[in-house]
């Protein structure tokens, strides 16, 4: 794959989830050890109201049930994520997820303190819990805001790398150079530049989130729309439902692959395979034609 501004994606893929875990994974770790040294000057340094473990057991605790709850974040950022069309809906979703976040972290969080002061022969007083639980909430909704901020600006400077596609826009006056409701071509914005996608070149598409990823010559590009929309607008002569989340292009399609399950799994021309659901397979070889099917 080439490379644009110096930065090869290609490869970013392959490292991509090392790089997302590890990024978590580092920034709890240095969030513990800032935290613990400061709560542990605080409190026993300097005042002395309590042992040289407490401090440590608190943080790392909190830190252990953020790092859990990351994946919960990612989920709720892809499902609801902050775009100029829609952010009032997400700002109102997220705040709402963030009494949950919070009850979570919390109850995980005394949990693991009272777990490490037992092993320790000690015992862990959280204090008043609506007094407890309102203070600890201010500080989750930081963290969960911060959490949704880091990862909405990671999926833009990813979606500036990958490119994202859109479709044609209906011109202001005369008629549209193409058909808007069944377009041949997609209009793909990646690092300021802007270029064309045949529609027929699209490979397969898979649903994500809010989005529909279209896979071109080895590249995914996300379109902002619903599978159910994207499937309305392409050949259906061509293009065909194999999965709840998926549909290929027939045109690249070389084996399908049954499944002791019933379902299958259908192998592509570039050797990528894509799920097949049992409720689709029928339908699908009938369409397949004279190309092979391995048994």
Same mark, same amino acid.
């Given at each position: 794959?080439a490379?644009?501004? #110096?930065? /090869?994606y290609?490869k970013?893929?392959?490292? +991509?989830?090392p ?6 994974l *580092? ?11 400061v709560? =542990? ?9 309590a042992?040289?473990f407490?401090? =440590?057991?608190? &943080?790392?605790s ?6 859990a709850l990351?994946p919960?974040?990612?989920l !709720?950022?892809?499902?609801w994520?902050?775009?100029l069309?829609?952010w ?5 979703? @997220?705040l ?7 009850l ?8 693991l ?6 092993v320790?022969?000690?015992h $862990?007083d959280?204090? @008043? =819990? %609506?007094?407890q639980?309102? $203070? ?9 805001f ?8 990671? #999926?833009?400077?990813?979606r500036r790398l990958?490119?994202?596609?859109r479709?044609?826009a &209906?011109?202001? &006056?005369g008629p549209?150079?193409?058909p808007?409701d ?7 914005r990646?690092? #300021? ?5 045949a529609?027929?070149? %699209? &490979? ?6 809010n $989005?529909?990823?279209? @896979?071109v010559r080895g ?5 902002? !729309?619903?599978?159910?929309? %994207?499937?309305e607008?392409?050949d259906?002569?061509r293009?065909?439902?194999?999965? +709840? ?6 045109d690249?399609l070389?084996? %399908?692959?049954?499944?002791e399950?019933? /379902?299958a +799994? *259908?192998v592509?021309?570039d050797g !990528?395979t894509?799920p ?8 699908l070889r009938?369409?397949?034609? /004279?190309?092979p099917?391995h048994a």
């Open positions: 794959m490379k644009q501004a #110096g930065f /090869d290609g970013f893929q392959r490292w +991509r989830r790089f997302e875990v590890g990024f978590w *580092l920034l709890c770790a240095v969030n513990t050890v800032f935290n613990g040294t709560s =542990w000057y605080d409190n026993v340094r300097r005042s002395q109201r042992s040289s407490e401090p =440590w057991v608190w &943080e790392t909190s830190s252990l049930m953020l790092l990351v919960l974040v990612v !709720a950022t892809r499902r994520p902050f775009r069309d829609s009032r809906h997400s700002l109102v979703v @997220h709402l997820l963030s009494v949950p976040f919070s979570v972290h919390v109850a995980g969080m005394v949990a303190r009272q777990l490490a002061y037992a320790a022969g000690a $862990y959280f204090g @008043h =819990w %609506i007094v639980l309102g $203070y600890e909430y201010l500080k989750d909704l930081r963290t969960y911060l959490f949704v901020g880091t990862m909405s600006f990671y #999926g833009f400077v990813l990958q490119g994202e596609a479709l044609l &209906e011109p202001d &006056e549209p150079v193409e808007i069944r377009p041949e071509r997609f209009l793909v990646k690092l #300021g530049r802007e270029f064309l996608v529609a027929r070149e %699209i &490979e397969w598409a898979q649903a994500s989130g $989005y529909v990823n279209l @896979h590249r995914d590009y996300p379109l902002r !729309a619903t599978m159910s929309g %994207i499937e607008r392409l259906p002569q293009f065909v439902r194999v999965h +709840r989340s998926y549909l290929v292009n027939l690249y070389a084996e %399908i692959e049954p499944l399950t019933g /379902d +799994r *259908l592509m021309r !990528a894509v097949c659901s049992r409720r689709f397979r029928a339908q009938e369409r397949f034609g /004279d190309t099917v």
